[in-house]
């Protein structure tokens, strides 16, 4: 089992970037393909990003597609996703999940085994 932990969240002016990161414990994360999710108040979970396991194929919702970027450094069991030209829109809590099966492009939430609590975007006009 893993456990995942996210962070780097906070309140940012529209414009503006952040980087989060999604910490793995318990298990190596390489055996794992890593998706990043966000949740609205209101809104369903929404897909986000999710990244293979060796880092080389990376997938994006059309929403975020030329503004965020998903990357991974299994030597540090991380997975990043940095958030840039921010807008009020993407205030959400973002979690980060792992898929066991280590599948490519996974955009459904219920596909994932493990999550993390997540960490809060806020983004003001």
């Known amino acids: 089992q893993v456990q995942l932990v996210e962070s780097g969240g906070g309140l940012v002016q529209a414009g503006d970037s952040l980087r989060l990161s999604c910490v793995a414990s318990?298990?190596?994360?390489?055996?794992?393909?890593v998706g990043w999710f966000r949740q609205a108040p209101g809104k369903d979970r929404e897909f986000v990003a999710t990244i293979s396991q060796t880092g080389w194929i990376a997938n994006y919702a059309d929403s975020v597609k030329g503004r965020f970027t998903i990357s991974r450094d299994n030597n540090k069991n991380t997975v990043y996703l940095q958030l840039n030209s921010l807008n009020p829109e993407d205030t959400a809590v973002y979690y980060c999940?792992?898929?066991?099966?280590?599948?490519?492009?996974?955009?459904?939430?219920?596909?994932?085994?493990?999550w993390g609590q997540g960490t809060q975007v806020t983004v003001s006009s």
């Open positions: 318990g298990r190596t994360l390489s055996t794992y393909a």
């Open positions: 999940a792992a898929e066991v099966g280590g599948r490519a492009n996974v955009r459904s939430a219920y596909d994932y085994d493990y």
